[in-house]
T-cell receptor, first 112, second 115 residues
Framework: GQSLEQPSEVTAVEGAIVQINCTYQ??????LSWYQQHDGGAPTFLSY????GLEETGRFSSFLSRSDSYGYLLLQELQMKDSASYFC?????????????FGTGTQLKVEL | GAVVSQHPSRVICKSGTSVKIECRSL??????MFWYRQFPKKSLMLMAT?????????EQGVEKDKFLINHASLTLSTLTVTSAHPEDSSFYIC???????????FGPGTRLTVT
């Protein structure tokens, strides 16, 4: 099976930088994705890493170390609208293609 | 592009009845669709994977006779919760993927309340 661990809650101030870590244990690992979800809404895709290293997309960056089974999401210049839940998800290769297994989720609270 | 819709967005039904939820890819053909379930403040749990024209693959612990999935076309998948009970109340989210893409595009979700 798969398991993913994230901190349950992170609090930061507006304008700051925050890092959300994700460690995983899985077989058939293909890549690590990050999703944002506001209360009552659908998950929205933020970033994807298939190879080791840093991927930068605007204020958001994501890092992956396959040898350490570890990744993180870095959010810079935090804004109040960034308050949401953030999920890491591993893509796993199965007989029917790839499927996603989501982490436990991190509730980010951005304060003034 | 890559918009996924779900209908209805909210539904309240009585215990013992069945409810059908539709998931549509509006501007692309989805060879694979996924159904997830999410409890409040919890993670998304994959229920099943459906490929167009074939039977769905259910995750361990998901009752296939209770959660009927049909993927009749490349733009439509349906989830029917049969003989619903209060414990089936949850947020059901679908996603769709184009052939060989890694990214899944999520629908807005359907909140089911069984009274």
């Amino acid at each position: 099976g798969q398991s993913l661990e994230q901190p349950s809650e992170v609090t930061a101030v507006e304008g700051a930088i925050v890092q959300i870590n994700c460690t995983y244990q899985t077989s058939g690992f293909y890549g690590l994705s990050w999703y944002q979800q506001h209360d009552g809404g659908a998950p929205t895709f933020l970033s994807y890493n298939a190879l080791d290293g840093l991927e930068e997309t605007g204020r958001f960056s994501s890092f992956l170390s396959r040898s350490d089974s570890y990744g993180y999401l870095l959010l810079q210049e935090l804004q109040m609208k960034d308050s949401a839940s953030y999920f890491c998800a591993v893509s796993v290769v199965t007989g029917g293609g790839n499927k996603l297994t989501f982490g436990t989720g991190t509730q980010l609270k951005v304060e003034l | 592009g890559a918009v996924v819709s779900q209908h209805p967005s909210r539904v309240i039904c009585k215990s013992g009845t069945s409810v059908k939820i539709e998931c549509r890819s509006l501007d692309f053909q989805a060879t694979t669709m996924f159904w997830y379930r999410q409890f409040p403040k919890k993670s998304l749990m994959l229920m099943a994977t459906s490929n167009e024209g074939s039977k769905a693959t259910y995750e361990q612990g998901v009752e296939k006779d209770k959660f009927l999935i049909n993927h009749a076309s490349l733009t439509l998948s349906t989830l029917t919760v049969t003989s619903a009970h209060p414990e089936d109340s949850s947020f059901y989210i679908c996603s769709a993927r184009r052939d060989k893409d890694y990214e899944q595009y999520f629908g807005p979700g359907t909140r089911l309340t069984v009274t």
